[in-house]
């Protein structure tokens, strides 16, 4: 069974936009990590988060973690059209062996 | 090789057959997981090897599942008396060590459709 929620399920935007992607869960959590897949086959790391950190910075990529709401959420800041893909929340539940509960995903399309 | 490498990339099956997918891991990579992903949803966990060993397959959906990986490195994931609704991308991914924390590496998947 799926552990997180994407909120939005899909989102347009245009090329300089930034996008927010938001993510809920369930459980304890030992890290948050998220992901991009394109055309749905490889899925890229992005960046993890840790359960002690609340926010993180990559790049373009800027991620915030609410343990008290459980609840992360994923910027990406001055959007390109190669953005375009989905992108997923998962959650670290094991006890220490990134065994991975992925959400269902947001599918993000960036228009030139 | 430079990543986690799965063959075939596509198959197409008659139900009721048996299907193996292959997983060759980045080289050193001492953990490997498998995981399914359905159309439209995330991956789902479906076990996870330390060296040879699986340490949790609480993932398998039924005993028609199975996975080996003998010599700590290549693995395979095998399907007997395959169904329709084992349609879906089996990924492949593997990390330096089984921590917590450790980057995953996936591979592109094996896409399965049974017919």
């Known amino acids: 069974s799926q552990q997180g929620e994407e909120d939005p399920q899909a989102l347009s935007i245009q090329e300089g936009e930034n996008a927010t992607m938001n993510c809920s869960y369930k459980t304890s959590i030992n890290n948050l990590q998220w992901y991009r897949q394109n055309s749905g086959r490889g899925l890229v790391h992005l960046i993890l988060?840790?359960?002690?950190?609340r926010e993180k910075h990559s790049g373009r990529l800027r991620v915030t973690l609410d343990t008290s709401k459980k609840s992360s959420s994923l910027l990406i800041t001055a959007s390109r059209a190669a953005d375009t893909a989905s992108y997923f929340c998962?959650?670290?539940?094991?006890?220490?062996?990134?065994?991975?509960?992925f959400g269902a995903g947001t599918r993000l399309a960036v228009h030139p | 090789g430079a990543g986690v490498s799965q063959t075939p990339s596509n198959k197409v099956t008659e139900k009721g057959k048996y299907v193996e997918l292959r997983c060759d891991p980045i080289?050193?990579?001492?953990?490997l997981y498998w995981y399914r992903q359905s159309l439209g949803q995330g991956p789902e966990f479906l076990i996870y090897?330390?060296?040879?060993?699986?340490?949790?397959d609480s993932g398998l959906p039924n005993d028609r599942f199975f996975a080996v990986r003998p010599e700590g490195s290549v693995s395979t994931l095998k399907i007997q008396r395959t169904e329709r609704g084992d349609s879906a991308v089996y990924l492949c991914?593997?990390?330096?060590?089984?921590?917590?924390?450790?980057?995953?590496?996936f591979g592109e998947g094996s896409w399965l459709t049974v017919v």
């Open positions: 998962a959650t670290d539940i094991s006890g220490g062996y990134n065994k991975l509960i």
């Open positions: 991914a593997s990390s330096l060590g089984g921590s917590s924390g450790n980057t995953i590496y």
């Open positions: 090897f330390q060296g040879t060993g699986a340490a949790d």
């Open positions: 080289s050193g990579h001492t953990a």
């Open positions: 988060i840790r359960s002690n950190e």
